[in-house]
């Protein structure tokens, strides 16, 4: 047959069980009263307690259990009903003393334990270890410790513990001084309300006082109905009060009709104390007089004060020209922060400009109007607001970052024609075409295209020859310059003549202007006397003057008829009939008979008229052959 004890039991059957084997485990009749007599799991101590004080008001208790013969601990409970935990408190110490002995059969330990726990709101107080030795009763430790805790109790509980106070507490174990009565609506009291004002600030401030008056009951008495039986104190202050919300209410920010009335407590006063308070004829007599100074009190404070500037801010964008990056990637925008006072007019006395890039704030300028206009103390000398200018430097560098392009294009600076010249001097119906012209070097983005970004270096010179003859419809026949596009928007000129592309023979550069000119220069014809035994001979000139009567830069020399030249007696020119020409090739002079230039051209323009009047012929008779033939 099993043990009982080898099934868990509640604490009442283990009692039960215990009342009815008494005999067989201790020899003995237990079991009464809850004495945990005959309980194998049990001590027989304790058996009962002592409850040494009690708070049932706060459920507070201080308890002394005697666990052993003459030894005691003492134990704090907080809660409602001990004796309804009694028997389980008692129970639980008995299981422990058992433990603690050593006594405990095993199957009772195993079996038994978790039907013991300290109950609820009980806690070991002292000592904390061992117990207190008693012989009769208790010892000067063992009382001082728990009246400690009870006196500790009691002052955490203390307070007004008059039921006739406004503050009165209940719950309040002791008394401790606190007791206080506002102001009742007898006639007496409603005097000390009467408010010592001053006059208006521009502000809407005003200063006045507030009394508040606090009466005690005599000890010993009872409230009656002329206050007799009390004693009085009253605390004044001195207030510095908003009346009108729209100049002094607070926030600022807020609309007028959310605005709070603020109240400042300037000074404190006081006509005896909650410790020390008087008699009714002490205190109206001190509450006049305290009273009646203050008047000249509030007076001088709304006299000594200077309204306030209570700043009031409001924001809007500013409307003027503002650049703005080329592809909208952001927005610049500048606000307008005003500032002004309440109450003092709305007068703006300040505005801040604020540069955003998007969220972001890049710049900000302070407008005090004291300083000066807008216009004085932020114009630029180009025209320009500061903030506009600083957009316009975030923009360029904004549009700098963006992917480029490069392109080179010929650009015409400028074109003409001259005669072609040789060492013979200047050539019949051939020329020289001269094209200047520069590299632009133009970067595009998104944005467009950038200035000219071409080297320092000026310029370029074509050299185009060509020939053409000379007519009435077109006396002077010239090149023309076009632009021709390439590959990948390159730009390059082209130069025709009579719908033929010319080529260059020679591209000059890169020079500065200075030094093209002086290239080009001896390419042109410059007329002047080039024999270098001549008086005004000119060693610059390429193409010599005509040696001829009137002409201002024919050659003059200093010299004698009969040198040979058949020149005649003023050395200037051939005899009559002949023609002065210069050799470039041997820097020589010859006189060139005329008449015989003129009988050789005779011959040749006959030769040619007879030439022509054969091809006339010719042609004559082939159309009468095409018509008459057959």
């Known amino acids: ?117 300290m109950p609820t709101g009980f806690t070991k107080m002292w000592p904390s270890s061992g117990y207190a030795i008693q012989s009769s009763a208790p010892n000067a430790d063992y009382t001082g410790m728990w009246e400690a805790w009870k006196d500790a109790h009691i002052n955490s509980f203390s307070g007004c513990t008059d039921s006739s106070a406004s503050n009165y507490n209940p719950s309040a174990l002791t008394e401790n001084g606190s007791c206080a009565w506002t102001e009742t609506t007898y006639p007496g009291f409603n005097g000390f309300n009467s408010k010592k004002k001053s006059s208006k600030s521009d502000d809407e401030f005003i200063w006045e006082t507030n009394a508040t008056v606090y009466r005690k009951r005599k000890a010993g008495t009872t409230d009656n109905n002329d206050g007799t039986n009390f004693n009085y104190y009253g605390i004044i202050e001195v207030v510095k009060k908003c009346t009108s919300k729209a100049h002094c209410g607070m926030p600022v920010a807020s609309a007028v009709a959310d605005r709070t009335l603020p109240e400042t407590v300037i000074s404190t006063y006081s006509v005896g104390t909650a410790s020390a308070p008087l008699d009714w004829t002490g205190f109206t007599t001190g509450m006049d007089t305290k009273l009646n100074t203050l008047q000249s009190e509030v007076d001088n404070l709304e006299a000594a004060y200077t309204p306030i500037c209570r700043e009031q801010i409001n924001t809007w964008d500013w409307n003027g020209y503002l650049p703005q990056p080329c592809d909208s990637n952001s927005v610049l925008k500048v606000t307008i922060t005003s500032y002004s006072c309440v109450g003092q007019g709305n007068s703006i006395f300040k505005q801040v400009y604020t540069l955003y890039n998007d969220a972001v704030k890049q710049g900000e300028w302070t407008h005090t109007l004291d300083d000066g206009t807008i216009e004085e103390l932020f114009m630029t000398p180009s025209g320009n607001f500061t903030w506009t200018e600083a957009a316009q430097q975030i923009v360029n560098a904004y549009d700098v970052s963006l992917p480029t392009t490069t392109i080179t294009k010929q650009q015409k600076i400028n074109s003409f024609r001259r005669s072609a010249i040789s060492l013979t001097g200047v050539e019949e119906d051939t020329y020289n075409f001269f094209v200047l012209w520069k590299n632009s070097i133009q970067v595009s983005n998104a944005c467009g295209y950038d200035v000219d970004q071409s080297s320092t270096d000026c310029c370029y010179m074509s050299i185009y020859p060509f020939t053409a003859v000379s007519s009435p419809l077109n006396p002077n026949p010239t090149p023309t310059v076009n632009t021709k596009m390439l590959a990948g928007g390159v730009e390059t000129l082209e130069v025709t003549f009579q719908d033929a592309v010319l080529t260059p023979t020679q591209v000059l550069g890169p020079l500065t202007r200075d030094e093209l000119d002086a290239v080009a220069e001896t390419m042109f014809a410059k007329v002047g006397c080039m024999d270098a035994t001549a008086t005004n001979y000119d060693p610059d000139a390429n193409v010599n003057a005509e040696q001829k009567a009137g002409h201002s830069a024919a050659c003059v020399w200093d010299c004698s008829e009969g040198d040979g030249r058949n020149l005649n007696t003023n050395c200037k020119s051939c005899l009559p009939d002949y023609e002065m020409v210069w050799n470039a090739n041997t820097q020589t002079w010859s006189c060139i008979d005329i008449a015989e230039v003129v009988d050789d051209i005779k011959e040749d323009v006959e030769e040619a008229t007879d030439n022509t009047m054969l091809i006339i012929a010719g042609v004559v008779g082939l159309i009468a052959l095409t018509v008459f033939g057959a």
């Open 1 to 117: 047959m099993n043990s009982p004890f080898d099934i868990p039991l509640s604490s009442l059957a283990l009692k039960r069980l215990s009342a009815e084997t008494v005999k067989v485990f201790e020899g003995q009749q237990g079991g009464q009263g809850g004495g945990g007599q005959g309980n194998p799991c049990e001590n027989q101590k304790p058996s009962t307690w002592n409850i040494l004080y009690s708070d049932t008001a706060n459920d507070f208790y201080i308890i002394s259990v005697e666990e052993e013969w003459g030894k005691y601990r003492i134990y704090q409970y907080e809660g409602t009903n001990p004796s309804g935990k009694k028997s389980l408190f008692l129970q639980y110490l008995r299981y422990e003393a058992k433990v603690a002995s050593g006594n405990m059969t095993t199957s009772c330990a195993i079996r038994a334990r978790d039907n013991y726990a």
